[in-house]
């Protein structure tokens, strides 16, 4: 695949997770992806490694967590070869009114049309405040 094409399949990818649509998402992943979550395992319960079925709960999870939905957008792309690497900026609104607001940087590995590895690498402080703390 061109380095742009795997732009846009990861471009899909976000559009399909912010669009809580799991299946349309699942689909661009390869069947042994592993989603890396920086930080300390143990520290913050998304920390570590989720392969495809957990990806899919994820998404679900965004669902019931923020009724209205979250909006992804991507700030930034760097992409070379089977390499993409993107900062977004997440906003969403839960239940109980506290704003999600978080910034990420993605590194995500493609291979065949479909993506094999995605390293995320986010404010943790913030999850602990707006998901644990409240």
């Known amino acids: 695949m061109s380095t742009e094409q795997n ?6 990818f976000f559009e399909r997770f912010s669009a809580i649509d799991v299946a349309g998402a699942l689909e661009l992943l390869d069947d042994a992806v592993i989603w890396r979550a920086m930080g300390r395992e143990g520290g913050l319960p998304m920390s ?3 392969d495809k079925p957990t990806i899919g709960k994820l998404i679900e999870n965004v669902k019931a967590a ?3 939905g979250m909006r992804l957008t991507p700030t930034g792309w760097t992409a070379e070869s089977d390499r993409v690497a ?8 839960k239940s ?8 990420y940087h993605f590194l ?3 291979s065949n049309g479909q ?4 390293r995320e690498y986010l404010d ?4 602990k405040q707006v998901f644990i703390d409240n």
């Open 7 to 12: 732009i846009q399949i990861v471009e899909q």
């Open 48 to 50: 570590g490694e989720m």
């Open 66 to 68: 923020f009724p209205d």
């Open 86 to 93: 993107l900062e977004m900026e997440s906003y969403a609104v």
């Open 96 to 103: 109980n009114g506290i704003v999600y607001n978080n910034f």
């Open 108 to 110: 995500v590995i493609l």
């Open 115 to 118: 993506i094999t590895s995605l």
């Open 124 to 127: 943790t402080l913030h999850v």
